[in-house]
Antibody, heavy 124, light 111 residues
Framework: QLHLQESGPGLVKPSESLSLTCTVS??????????WGWIRQPPGKGPDWIGS???????YYTPSLKSRLTISIDMSKNQVSLNLISVTAADTAVYYC????????????????WGQGTLVTVSS | QSLLTQPPSVSGAPGQRVIISCSGS?????????VHWYQQLPGTAPKLLIY???NRPSGVSDRFSGSKSGSSASLAITGPQAEDEADYYC???????????FGGGTRLTVL
């Protein structure tokens, strides 16, 4: 069974960088059938997709974060990583990684499963 | 402000039928993209509940059903149970954002 686990610092200072890693077990991130995504959920709000990566390294970012966000993939470690620069308090959220999976040959994609999430607080 | 609009809260008693709506536009649901639904129990990650408008993954109770019409979609919960108290989110693709979008969420309270 596929399992995803996020890791990284829980506290980041304003203007610094936020780096998180998602370790995938029970399956290979080099599969041609999936994308891997990052989603964040500010306290008390709904989830927001922020970016995704395919095993080839192709990346897709939400426009509002495109200038600050980098997602990368390390197939030797079965990991996907996120780096967000110049953070502010608005970046405080629970960050989740998830497999992005299509059940209809690529027409529509679901986030399934999700990792347990990690809370990142931006504060001095 | 989410591109998908959901009511902040709904409530219902066991034996009733509760409907959660998800309203989109011509760049997402109205463009023909499927709608998926997630359940988020307190303190946990969202879990896929309905995919491709009206399909349940293995293990999801048949109390849950989904539908889509035009630029909107709905999640129905027939006879909600106490363990169904959670936040529910709709999700689809938006071709103006060129990315995936979630609704703002609806909290279900079982009376």
């Amino acid at each position: 069974q596929l399992h995803l686990q996020e890791s990284g610092p829980g506290l980041v200072k304003p203007s610094e960088s936020l780096s998180l890693t998602c370790t995938v077990s029970g399956g290979s991130i080099s599969s041609t059938d999936y994308y891997w995504g990052w989603i964040r959920q500010p306290p008390g709000k709904g989830p927001d997709w922020i970016g995704s990566i395919y095993y080839t390294g192709s990346t897709y970012y939400t426009p509002s974060l495109k200038s600050r966000l980098t997602i990368s993939i390390d197939m030797s470690k079965n990991q996907v990583s996120l780096n967000l620069i110049s953070v502010t308090a608005a970046d405080t959220a629970v960050y989740y990684c998830a497999r992005i999976f299509s059940r209809d040959n690529g027409d529509n994609w679901t986030f399934d499963p999700w990792g347990q999430g990690t809370l990142v607080t931006v504060s001095s | 402000q989410s591109l998908l609009t959901q009511p902040p809260s709904v409530s219902g008693a066991p034996g009733q039928r509760v409907i959660i709506s998800c309203s989109g536009s011509s760049s997402n649901i109205g463009a023909g993209y499927a709608v998926h639904w997630y359940q988020q129990l307190p303190g946990t990650a969202p879990k896929l509940l309905i995919y491709n408008n009206n399909n349940r993954p293995s293990g999801v109770s048949d109390r849950f059903s989904g539908s889509k019409s035009g630029s909107s979609a709905s999640l129905a919960i027939t006879g909600p149970q106490a363990e169904d108290e959670a936040d529910y989110y709709c999700q689809t693709f938006d071709n103006s954002l060129t990315g995936w979008v979630f609704g703002g969420g609806t909290r279900l309270t079982v009376l």
